[in-house]
């Protein structure tokens, strides 16, 4: 299949689903755009390690120990409401992108159905084929809603448990350098 093809398969596709799909796509394209980009930005901070979250948040109890417990734990919890703001930003729109899919699948299916009904009144159910023109509308739209809506889901979810695992690793260990810096502080 050469490329020129494949773009007319596309639009035969797009044309035949109705004018639904194209939101459909653009949705998907734009849910997995943010994907990858939160997926960058967790690369980035699990590779940066003692240079990244960690060393932030070291370096807030470090610049903090002097001053006590209460300012030490202020401290860690501003700087990790920092990362926490920078991580979580797109998560709610492509949550929002995965919930769209499907509604406008639902919304391209009572079209096609319109459709049917519309084509019903005009000709009767003498010709299956112009009937069936409605119903495959219905069903493309159906089927592309869910099949762009269910690889978010996955992947938004997969993304958040490692992102929330590199928090709680980094957190674990910012926790025990705090006890530690304190203890010797203490001293």
């Given at each position: 299949?050469?490329?020129?093809?494949?773009?007319?398969?596309?639009?035969?596709?797009?044309?035949q689903?109705?004018?639904?799909?194209?939101?459909?796509f653009?949705?998907?394209?734009?849910?997995?755009?943010?994907?990858?980009?939160?997926?960058f930005?967790?690369?980035?901070?699990?590779?940066?390690?003692?240079?990244?979250?960690l060393?932030?948040?070291?370096?807030?109890?470090?610049?903090?120990?002097?001053?006590?417990?209460?300012?030490?734990?202020?401290?860690?919890?501003?700087?990790?409401?920092?990362?926490?703001?920078?991580?979580?930003k797109?998560?709610?729109?492509?949550?929002?992108?995965?919930s769209?899919?499907?509604?406008?699948?639902?919304?391209?299916?009572?079209?096609?159905?319109?459709?049917?009904?519309?084509?019903?009144?005009?000709?009767?159910?003498?010709?299956?084929?112009?009937?069936?023109?409605?119903?495959?509308?219905?069903?493309?739209?159906?089927q592309?809603?869910?099949?762009?809506?269910?690889?978010?889901?996955?992947?938004?979810?997969?993304?958040?448990?490692?992102?929330?695992?590199?928090?709680?690793?980094?957190?674990?260990?910012?926790?025990?350098?705090?006890?530690?810096?304190?203890?010797?502080?203490?001293?």
């Amino acid at each position: 299949m050469t490329k020129l093809s494949a773009l007319e398969e596309i639009r035969a596709l797009l044309v035949q689903g109705g004018w639904v799909l194209f939101p459909i796509f653009l949705i998907g394209l734009f849910a997995w755009i943010l994907l990858f980009e939160r997926y960058f930005v967790y690369r980035r901070a699990k590779s940066r390690g003692e240079h990244g979250m960690l060393a932030t948040l070291r370096r807030s109890i470090s610049d903090a120990v002097s001053l006590g417990r209460n300012a030490v734990d202020n401290s860690l919890k501003l700087a990790t409401h920092a990362y926490d703001v920078e991580f979580d930003k797109a998560f709610p729109t492509i949550s929002v992108c995965a919930s769209l899919a499907p509604m406008l699948g639902l919304l391209g299916t009572v079209s096609g159905m319109v459709h049917v009904f519309r084509t019903i009144q005009l000709f009767g159910f003498g010709n299956p084929v112009l009937i069936a023109d409605g119903i495959s509308e219905a069903l493309l739209t159906t089927q592309a809603g869910l099949l762009v809506s269910f690889p978010i889901v996955l992947a938004n979810n997969q993304l958040l448990n490692r992102l929330n695992n590199l928090k709680a690793k980094c957190w674990k260990e910012a926790l025990q350098f705090e006890n530690e810096q304190l203890s010797v502080e203490e001293k």
